[in-house]
């Protein structure tokens, strides 16, 4: 089972440049997540899709767009990439039903550093 | 503007202590309340409370909920090294939002 997977890794951008980080997970959920984590900042919420077709605004949306391309995959990208977005990235599901446990998926994580 | 306030920030102990870390919370629409354990990656799950009053537990851990005055505690009895960590807590809304506090970084030492 591969759960939440996110790409890339790692990646070292300058300033200015654009990059998107891809993520795809595979348990059918509905709503996905992204989020950043800095040092004693817990997770920050940039950008949620409550279903296919949506997406709404988190805590810190500026200088980040989404795309929710299909129920499986919800990528992040950064236009133009400023050193105040160096962090660490994650990308969560869930499933959103009255069953549900409430239990975020997280994908493992994407170092991003902007120079 | 939706918050989730943790204290303490930061917590030492020796182990076998027992610990309680808090949770305040303000939002719209208000579904859920999450626990998380972070060590080197990704959060793991703990509990999700939803009714006030009900404990859930597991293990040394268990945790409470109390809607009327909007905050939750996460108790770790007879605390060992392995349970050092970052707790999180979340709440989620009825439009599926789900915002984290910026949690507690709890030191057991030996």
């Known amino acids: 089972n591969a759960g939440v997977t996110q790409t890339p890794k790692f990646q070292v951008l300058k300033t200015g440049q654009s990059m998107t980080l891809q993520c795809a997970q595979d348990?059918?959920?509905?709503?996905m997540y992204w989020y950043r984590q800095d040092p004693g900042m817990g997770l920050r919420l940039i950008y949620y899709?409550?279903?296919?077709?949506?997406?709404d605004k988190g805590e810190v949306p500026n200088g980040y767009n989404v795309s929710r391309l299909n129920k499986r995959e919800f990528s992040l990208r950064l236009e133009s990439a400023a050193p105040s977005q160096t962090s660490v990235y994650f990308c969560?599901?869930?499933?959103?039903?009255?069953?549900?446990?409430?239990?975020?998926?997280f994908g493992e994580g994407s170092r991003l550093t902007v120079l | 503007e939706d918050k989730v306030v943790q204290s303490p920030l930061s917590l030492v102990v020796h182990e076998g202590d027992t610990v309680t870390l808090n949770c305040s919370y303000e939002?719209?629409?208000?579904?859920?309340l999450l626990w998380y354990k972070q060590e080197k990656k990704a959060p793991t799950f703990l509990f999700m409370l939803?009714?006030?009053?009900i404990e859930k537990k597991s293990g040394r851990l268990s945790s409470i909920l109390d809607k009327k005055e909007l905050f939750s505690i996460l108790n770790i009895t007879a605390t060992q090294t392995g349970d050092s960590a970052i707790y999180l807590c979340?709440?989620?809304?009825?439009?599926?939002?789900?915002?984290f506090g910026k949690g507690t970084r709890l030191h057991i030492l030996p």
């Open positions: 969560a599901s869930s499933e959103t039903n009255y069953a549900n446990t409430g239990e975020l998926f």
């Open positions: 348990m059918n959920h509905n709503s």
């Open positions: 899709s409550a279903s296919e077709g949506t997406t």
């Open positions: 939002v719209t629409n208000f579904r859920s």
């Open positions: 939803t009714s006030s009053g």
């Open positions: 979340a709440v989620a809304t009825r439009d599926d939002k789900i915002i």
